[in-house]
C-alpha cells in the first residue's frame, strides 16, 4: 500500500515567521511531488512542484526533496495570517497516469 | 483560460438512490481525475480517465463508476448510495502525458450528503 505521511498539526507559528511543513512517502518509484494549500471550504490549489532532489524556491516558499530519505518539506517564509491553511503533500503513482496520493494534511495557523 | 469546472456544487440524496456528478477540465486538458475527500480518509484517488478510456483506478467498490466524452467532460456516478458516501468530490484535470511534469488541477468540488 503506497503511503504518504504528513504530522496533522496544527503547527502554530507567529507572523514572519518560516514554517516547516514535513512529508514522507513510501514507494520509491515516485518520481513528482506537490504541495497543496486548502483552505476551509474550498478546494485544493497547487503551491509548487517538485522533481528532482534539492530544492525549489517560488517566492516565499520553498519545496526540499530528498529521495533517498523519500522525504518532501515545504518552507514559507515570513509567514501570513494569510497563509493559514490545510497544506497537502501528494505524490505521483509513479506507473499509473498523473493519479496522486495526497498525505491527509497539515493544518498551519499564522497569529498576527 | 476558464479552470475547471463542476456541477452540481451541492447535493443531497437520501441511501439507496444514486447521484452522477459532473466535471469540465480546462480547455486542452485531455485527463480528468476523481478524488473523495472525507474528514477521516482525507484526499482519496477514485480514478482517472484519458482520451475517454479509464486508466487508473483507486481502492473503490463498483458502486462507483466513471467516464469520458470526446470533449473530455467526464461524469461519475454513485449507485446505491450509502451514508458513507457523503462527502466532498473532487475533480482534477490535466494535460495527460505521463511525464514528471503533468500537475492537476482542482474544480470546486460537488458536496454530497447522503441522509
Known amino acids: 500500500q503506497k503511503e504518504v505521511e504528513q504530522n496533522s498539526g496544527p503547527l502554530s507559528v507567529p507572523e514572519g515567521a518560516i514554517a516547516s511543513l514535513n512529508c514522507t512517502y513510501s514507494d520509491r518509484g515516485s518520481q513528482s511531488f506537490f504541495w497543496y494549500r486548502q483552505y476551509s471550504g474550498k478546494s485544493p490549489e497547487l503551491i509548487m512542484s517538485?522533481?528532482?532532489?534539492g530544492d525549489k524556491e517560488d517566492g516565499r516558499f520553498t519545496a526540499q526533496l530528498n529521495k533517498a530519505s523519500q522525504y518532501v518539506s515545504l518552507l514559507i517564509r515570513d509567514s501570513q495570517p494569510s497563509d493559514s491553511a490545510t497544506y497537502l503533500c501528494?505524490?505521483?503513482?509513479?506507473?499509473?497516469?498523473?493519479?496522486?496520493?495526497f498525505g491527509k494534511g497539515t493544518t498551519l495557523s499564522v497569529s498576527s | 483560460k476558464a479552470g475547471v469546472t463542476q456541477t452540481p456544487r451541492y447535493l443531497i440524496k437520501t441511501r439507496g438512490q444514486q447521484v452522477t456528478l459532473s466535471c469540465s477540465p480546462i480547455?486542452?486538458?485531455?485527463?480528468v481525475s476523481w478524488y473523495q475527500q472525507t474528514p477521516g480518509q482525507g484526499l482519496q484517488f477514485l480514478f482517472e480517465?484519458?482520451?475517454?478510456?479509464?486508466?487508473n483506478k483507486g481502492n473503490f467498490p463498483g458502486r462507483f463508476s466513471g467516464r469520458q466524452f470526446s470533449n473530455s467532460r467526464s461524469e461519475m456516478n454513485v449507485s446505491t448510495l450509502e451514508l458513507g458516501d457523503s462527502a466532498l468530490y473532487l475533480c482534477a484535470s490535466s494535460l495527460g502525458f505521463q511525464g514528471l511534469t503533468d500537475t492537476q488541477y482542482f474544480g470546486p468540488g460537488t458536496r454530497l450528503t447522503v441522509l
Open positions: 480547455s486542452g486538458h485531455r485527463s
Open positions: 517538485i522533481y528532482s532532489n
Open positions: 501528494a505524490v505521483n503513482l509513479a506507473q499509473a497516469g498523473t493519479a496522486l496520493i
Open positions: 480517465y484519458f482520451s475517454e478510456t479509464q486508466r
